[in-house]
C-alpha cells in the first residue's frame, strides 16, 4: 500500500522556524518527484515546492521563496523534507506532501500532476 505520512506541523510564533518530513512507503520512491502543497481554510490547495528525483532541481512559489528550503533523502526509503523559516501568519495551513514518477517541469505546481498525497500536517503561526 502506498503512503506518504507528513510530520512536523505545530504551534509556532512568526518568526520562527519548522522542518516538515514525509515519509513514503509502500513502493520505492526514489525515482519519483515530490512536492509540498499546503490549504488554508477557505482557500484553494496551492503550490509550495518540488524536487526532482535527484534533488537536483527545485521549484517554490514566490511566496515562500528565500524561507523556505525542500530536500530529500533517498537512502532507504524516500523521505522529503520542508524546512519552514521566518514564518508568517500567512504560512498558517495544512502541508500535504505529494508524489509522481512523471511531471512535465512547467506543470511541478499543479497539484492534479501528482498521483500520490499524504494526509497533511497542520502548520499553525501566531502572530
Known amino acids: 500500500q502506498v503512503q506518504l505520512v507528513e510530520s512536523g506541523g505545530g504551534l509556532v510564533q512568526a518568526g520562527g522556524s519548522l522542518r516538515l518530513s514525509c515519509a513514503a512507503s509502500?513502493?520505492?520512491?526514489?525515482?519519483?518527484?515530490m512536492g509540498w502543497f499546503r490549504q488554508a481554510p477557505g482557500k484553494e490547495r496551492e503550490f509550495v515546492a518540488y524536487?526532482?528525483?535527484?534533488?537536483?532541481?527545485?521549484?517554490y512559489a514566490d511566496s515562500v521563496k528565500g524561507r523556505f528550503t525542500i530536500s530529500r533523502d533517498n537512502a532507504k526509503n524516500t523521505v522529503v523534507y520542508l524546512q519552514m523559516n521566518s514564518l508568517k501568519p500567512e504560512d498558517t495551513a495544512v502541508y500535504y506532501c505529494a508524489a509522481n514518477r512523471e511531471i512535465p517541469t512547467i506543470t511541478v505546481s499543479s497539484p492534479h500532476e501528482y498521483q500520490y498525497w499524504g494526509q497533511g500536517t497542520q502548520v499553525t503561526v501566531s502572530s
Open positions: 524536487i526532482s528525483w535527484s534533488g537536483s532541481s527545485t521549484y
Open positions: 509502500g513502493r520505492t520512491f526514489t525515482s519519483y518527484r
